[in-house]
């Protein structure tokens, strides 16, 4: 089983500065993918960035990068830069392996505010 | 772009009444996904669907079924709705493939009294 854990209900941070969500997960497998998934208050759930395990470089999306720690199963999410559309509830899930039935699960959520 | 199609974005229902929820996708995505979103909980999974007429149970299927008929169609019913079911419901949708996003709805806020 898979479980994913967001220890900080609520963070806020000034426009333009950098602000890191953090997120460790549990599993017992060598394949598996992580993702961060923002949800403004619009309401509909976007992905922001993907990270696979086996790739030890940690990806980045413009303003938004991650630190993936394999061995310490972290995957905190950088945003530099923040704008005020930022501001979103944040979740981490992980999913396993390539099986056609895979599913994601998540954590239980940042309440991201960016103050102007 | 994607297109993941909630037929209510607001639903109030009464307590024992059965509540059809409809899900659309236009991307002929295999997978299609309902979970429930309580604050504090995150998204928990009800059900999951990685095919026409084939369904899985997720983390909460009691008091939930579903059904598959058509490809881009997955509908959530509650058999007989409860107090403890209002929450938001949300629908999503992906390729098979564990490196592809879900690609998710709107969201539907259920409220039943």
């Known amino acids: 089983a898979q479980t994913v854990t967001q220890s900080q209900p609520e963070m806020s941070v000034q426009e333009a500065e950098t602000v890191t969500l953090s997120c460790t997960y549990d599993?017992?497998?060598?394949?598996?993918?992580l993702f961060w998934y923002k949800q403004p208050p619009s309401r509909q759930m976007i992905l922001v960035i993907r990270?696979?395990?086996?790739?030890?470089q940690n990806a980045t999306e413009n303003r938004f990068s991650v630190n993936f720690q394999k061995a310490a199963k972290s995957f905190s999410l950088k945003i530099s830069d923040s704008q005020l559309g930022d501001t979103a509830m944040y979740f981490c899930a992980s999913r396993l392996g390539e099986t056609s039935g895979s599913r994601l699960t998540f954590g239980e959520g940042t309440q991201l505010t960016v103050n102007p | 772009d994607v297109k993941v199609t909630q037929s209510s974005r607001y639903l109030v229902k009464r307590t024992g009444e059965k509540v059809f929820l409809e899900c659309v996708q236009d991307m002929d995505h295999e997978n299609m996904f309902w979970y429930r979103q309580d604050p504090g909980l995150g998204l928990r999974l009800i059900y999951f669907?990685?095919?026409?007429?084939?369904?899985e149970k997720g983390d909460i299927p009691e008091g939930y079924s579903v059904s598959r008929e058509k490809k881009e169609r997955f509908s959530l019913i509650l058999e007989s709705a409860s107090t403890n079911q209002t929450s938001m419901y949300l629908c999503?949708?992906?390729?098979?493939?564990?490196?592809?996003?879900?690609?998710f709805g709107d969201g539907t806020r259920l409220s039943i009294l």
């Open positions: 999503a949708s992906s390729y098979h493939r564990a490196n592809q996003p879900q690609h």
């Open positions: 599993t017992s497998e060598n394949n598996y993918y």
């Open positions: 669907s990685y095919d026409v007429k084939m369904k």
């Open positions: 990270q696979e395990a086996y790739k030890q």
